[in-house]
């Protein structure tokens, strides 16, 4: 499927330059044949790793429809907050979002769980398997669609890890933490004595600066490496707090019910390309995002040892079943995790 869909591209992409060159530039084209005007709000700032591959969703839906779709990317702190994403999408204010769904836990409880609880699998095949073949993906697309929106296409980042201003030893070190951990990963830290904070991605940095925060969780390793939080935390905890991360695309449903048939469909497409893009390119980048950090002072914890392990573990789980009674999208995709 995923080869098709390169294929797809391609040929589509091939096809509207050669139309707008005729008419004498892409830009050109794209200005004079947009049917749709999008404006698309992420949760990175310009210049990031996944900015950029952000960056790229949009430049194909614009290619991939031979101009008929403009969309002006919106990198963090750019006209909406982090937080308001969901929100702007729903109204209307833009046409489509990506988010980091523990930022709007009280609007979109199921998407707590869709990101992935702690305690849950790292494996992508899995994981996929859950989302395309076990239901997760039904679920999803109802869960989205009772609050105005088209679920896409998701896609995996890797795993979650801590990053503190002092090391952690064992895990009595986490008690009296202020941690930046929104949503359930928040639970998560409390059940181990720490006081979770939320705060958004581009408000971590000043938090480690100024001692708001003791330490603080990203959305991934290489996060922590774009932020530049090793320059005011440099330990990083072994242990992950969520195996994998599985994040949303989603699209305004009235924008999406004026699209015809083939405009859907090429955003389906460019959609799909863009979640392979993200899982191919977070493998390569993490291994180095590691190096980058390692060479300007971060630490390792020590190994846990097994107690810690399972205080871990059983603090992860706990949660499962609290999170199962959110409401009736977040029962349905714990009822179905449970019955893997």
């Known amino acids: 499927m995923l080869n098709f869909l390169g294929k797809f591209k391609k040929q589509i992409v091939t096809g509207s330059l050669a139309a707008a060159l005729t008419i004498g530039s892409v830009a050109t084209s794209t200005a004079q044949a947009a049917e749709h005007n999008w404006r698309f709000a992420n949760l990175y700032t310009r210049g990031t790793a996944f900015g950029e591959v952000y960056g790229n969703l949009a430049k ?20 909406v907050d982090t937080k ?15 988010t980091f769904q523990p930022m709007n836990a009280g609007e979109l409880p199921a998407g707590i769980v869709e990101v992935g609880l702690p305690g849950g699998t790292s494996d992508v095949a899995e994981l996929s398997t859950l989302f395309h073949e076990k239901g997760w993906g039904d679920v999803l697309t109802k869960a989205y669609g009772e609050q105005g929106l088209v679920w896409l296409d998701p896609y995996i980042q890797p795993p979650v890890y ?3 201003k002092k090391p ?22 409390r059940e181990l004595g720490a006081s979770p904070v939320s705060l958004t991605w581009s408000e971590i940095y000043t938090g480690l600066a100024t001692g708001v925060i003791d ?15 090793v320059e005011v ?37 460019a959609t799909s390309v863009h979640a392979r893009e993200q899982m191919t390119k977070s493998r390569l980048w993490e291994a180095q995002a590691v190096a980058d950090m ?19 573990s059983k603090a992860g789980e706990s949660l499962w079943a609290e999170y199962a009674k ?15």
């Open 60 to 79: 194909n839906i614009e290619e991939m429809s031979g101009g008929r779709i403009k969309v002006k990317m919106m990198y963090a702190g750019e006209g």
């Open 84 to 98: 308001g994403i969901l929100g702007a999408v729903k109204t209307g204010l833009i046409t489509m979002g990506a």
């Open 162 to 164: 801590l990053l503190t």
């Open 168 to 189: 952690i030893n064992t895990i009595a070190d986490f008690e009296g933490l202020k941690l930046r951990a929104p949503g359930a990963y928040g639970k998560f830290v």
């Open 215 to 229: 330490g603080s969780i990203g959305s991934n390793l290489i996060d922590h490496r774009d932020g530049n939080h």
């Open 233 to 269: 935390a440099k330990y990083m905890y072994r242990l992950p707090l969520a195996g994998a991360q599985v994040l949303p695309v989603f699209v305004n449903q009235k924008a999406w019910n004026k699209l015809p048939a083939d405009l859907k469909a090429i955003v389906k497409a």
């Open 294 to 312: 390692e060479a300007k002072g971060m630490k390792w914890s020590p190994a846990p040892s097994d107690a810690d392990k399972a205080q871990w």
């Open 326 to 340: 959110e409401d009736k999208f977040s029962k349905e995709l714990i009822d179905l995790l449970s019955a893997k």
